[in-house]
């Protein structure tokens, strides 16, 4: 017995190394950024209870609120798309950091809604510029065969982050009050974008990068046809739609579900935060051996619909178990394992979809299906809990998601198609022999 559990150990620490293996000196330098960032990462995951219980507004004003950081959001992920395109993501990165993270300093003083739905999109937009140029660094830094595993790990930061931020967060908002927390995630960001700009310095115009299936450099660009548009690639675009759809249920986890945590459960923030440390604690101990092994083992669309089935799972469960506190935590799990399955694989394809010329322009639809569901989550949450109630709201997710998972699996047939046709093309044929006369 004894000799099992030893040697069960030794095979998980050695899945830990294999998984861990082979990834770039760039990706682990730009995991430590993204770790320093999220360590702050505090404001937005208690901005909802900030303005129901601090400021006294309603659910659904809140909900109005929060649409703003969605909408900047949006707008962050267009503009940083455009602009990583033209002056590349190194610029982009530092500066929406940097800028960012002032703005939070200016948020403390703002009290009436239109004031803060202003302020909160303004700093929104600036801070989510970072998101496709951050995309656009992980593919140019990783291969085919490291970069779902690199975005694991830049994820795995995020999450390792958020661990810390969230629980943090709830005891100082406690202890006191919230424009702490606003002076921290603005430092945060602050110090981020100093790292990364000591520790990245810009690529310089001979580094190799992919494009398609070739070896090019930079400057080979300019005399490269500009591949075709995020916009006309039609399969793209039924995937960003599905992925919105997908999203508008996950993203209650930063919305409505903290509300109904304190309201119906009568959780306080620090109970809050740790729930949500509790989330990111599973993200960084089980996805990147999971990871590892789902890649080698399954289609990449299987993955990403079992993973939406989790996220959703997780709404489902609420009205069904709400007299048992456990729920909560049964529902963390699902919503965290559904994260692990669903996120990398979702960014490995948008990834592979994209041209390297265009990388800037695909990540920053991608991110629109993200920056999308925040507009619209938090506004229909909020209004269909005070029209109606919590549970109906709970329902209509799972509604939601039935149908991101009908998409996906729609879309699993067109992947396996073209990436037949693909292999076709790329098999050698015969010369025909020619016949003697």
Same mark, same amino acid.
């Given at each position: 017995?004894t000799?099992?559990?030893?040697?069960?150990?030794?095979?998980?620490?050695?899945?830990?190394?294999?998984?861990?293996?082979?990834?770039?000196?760039?990706?682990?330098?730009?995991? %430590?950024?993204?770790?320093?960032?999220?360590?702050?990462?505090?404001?937005?995951?208690?901005l909802?209870?900030?303005?129901?219980?601090e400021?006294g507004?309603?659910?659904?004003? =809140?909900?109005?609120?929060? @649409?703003?950081?969605?909408? *900047? @959001?949006?707008?962050?992920?267009?503009?940083?798309?455009?602009?990583?395109?033209?002056i590349?993501?190194?610029?982009?990165?530092?500066?929406?950091f940097?800028?960012? *993270?002032?703005?939070?300093?200016?948020?403390?003083?703002?009290?009436?809604?239109?004031?803060? @739905?202003?302020?909160?999109?303004? $700093?929104?937009?600036?801070?989510?510029?970072?998101?496709? %140029?951050?995309l656009?660094?992980?593919?140019?830094?990783?291969?085919?065969?490291?970069?779902?595993? @690199?975005?694991?790990?830049?994820?795995?930061?995020?999450?390792?982050?958020?661990?810390?931020?969230?629980? $943090?967060?709830?005891?100082?908002?406690?202890?006191?009050?919230?424009?702490?927390?606003?002076?921290?995630?603005?430092?945060?960001?602050?110090?981020?974008?100093?790292?990364?700009?000591?520790?990245?310095?810009?690529?310089?115009?001979?580094?190799?990068?992919?494009?398609?299936d070739?070896?090019?450099?930079?400057?080979?660009?300019?005399?490269?046809?500009?591949?075709?548009?995020?916009?006309?690639?039609?399969?793209?675009?039924?995937?960003?739609?599905?992925?919105?759809?997908?999203?508008?249920?996950?993203?209650?986890?930063?919305?409505?579900?903290? $509300?109904?945590?304190?309201?119906?459960?009568?959780?306080n923030?620090?109970?809050?935060?740790?729930?949500?440390?509790?989330?990111?604690?599973?993200?960084?101990?089980f996805?990147?051996?999971?990871?590892?092994?789902?890649?080698?083992?399954?289609?990449?669309?299987?993955?990403?619909?079992?993973? =939406?089935?989790?996220? *959703?799972?997780?709404?489902?469960?609420?009205?069904?178990?709400?007299?048992?506190?456990?729920?909560?935590?049964?529902?963390?799990?699902?919503?965290?394992?559904?994260?692990?399955?669903?996120?990398?694989?979702?960014?490995?394809?948008?990834?592979k979809? %994209?041209p390297?010329?265009?990388?800037?322009?695909?990540?920053?639809?991608?991110?629109?299906?993200?920056?999308?569901a925040?507009?619209?989550?938090?506004?229909?949450?909020?209004?269909?809990?005070?029209?109606?109630?919590?549970?109906?709201?709970?329902?209509?997710?799972?509604?939601?998601?039935?149908?991101?998972?009908?998409?996906?699996?729609?879309?699993?047939?067109?992947?396996?198609?073209?990436?037949?046709?693909?292999?076709?093309?790329?098999?050698?044929?015969?010369?025909?022999?020619?016949?003697?006369?």
């Amino acid at each position: 017995m004894t000799r099992k559990i030893t040697s069960l150990i030794q095979n998980i620490i050695q899945l830990y190394i294999k998984s861990f293996s082979g990834l770039s000196r760039e990706i682990w330098l730009l995991t %430590a950024v993204m770790f320093i960032n999220r360590c702050g990462t505090m404001v937005i995951v208690f901005l909802s209870i900030y303005l129901t219980s601090e400021k006294g507004y309603s659910v659904g004003e =809140a909900g109005l609120v929060l @649409s703003c950081f969605g909408a *900047g @959001s949006l707008a962050g992920s267009l503009i940083g798309g455009w602009l990583t395109d033209r002056i590349g993501y190194h610029s982009v990165m530092f500066w929406s950091f940097v800028l960012g *993270g002032i703005g939070f300093f200016f948020l403390i003083p703002l009290e009436t809604i239109p004031q803060l @739905s202003i302020g909160v999109f303004i $700093v929104s937009t600036i801070n989510d510029c970072f998101r496709p %140029a951050n995309l656009t660094a992980v593919g140019i830094y990783s291969t085919d065969e490291t970069r779902t595993r @690199s975005l694991s790990l830049i994820r795995l930061a995020f999450n390792f982050g958020m661990s810390f931020g969230p629980a $943090v967060g709830g005891l100082i908002a406690v202890q006191y009050g919230y424009s702490k927390l606003f002076m921290i995630d603005g430092c945060t960001c602050i110090l981020a974008g100093t790292a990364f700009y000591f520790l990245l310095p810009k690529k310089t115009p001979n580094t190799v990068v992919e494009l398609k299936d070739e070896k090019i450099l930079d400057t080979d660009f300019v005399n490269k046809p500009k591949s075709k548009s995020a916009y006309q690639d039609v399969f793209f675009l039924k995937y960003v739609f599905f992925i919105f759809l997908n999203m508008i249920v996950f993203m209650h986890l930063f919305t409505v579900l903290q $509300v109904y945590q304190k309201e119906v459960f009568l959780l306080n923030e620090f109970e809050i935060g740790l729930l949500l440390g509790f989330n990111c604690l599973l993200i960084v101990i089980f996805e990147m051996p999971l990871v590892y092994v789902l890649e080698k083992k399954y289609p990449v669309f299987n993955i990403i619909i079992i993973g =939406a089935f989790l996220i *959703g799972f997780a709404f489902w469960i609420l009205p069904i178990l709400d007299f048992w506190n456990g729920v909560l935590i049964l529902s963390i799990v699902a919503i965290s394992f559904g994260e692990i399955i669903n996120f990398p694989f979702l960014n490995t394809v948008a990834l592979k979809r %994209a041209p390297a010329d265009r990388r800037g322009e695909y990540m920053g639809l991608y991110g629109m299906s993200f920056s999308l569901a925040l507009i619209v989550a938090p506004t229909m949450g909020g209004y269909i809990v005070d029209w109606f109630s919590y549970n109906t709201l709970w329902f209509f997710l799972g509604g939601i998601n039935l149908v991101a998972m009908a998409g996906f699996w729609y879309l699993r047939k067109l992947y396996r198609e073209e990436n037949d046709q693909s292999k076709e093309m790329d098999e050698p044929h015969p010369k025909p022999e020619l016949e003697s006369v």
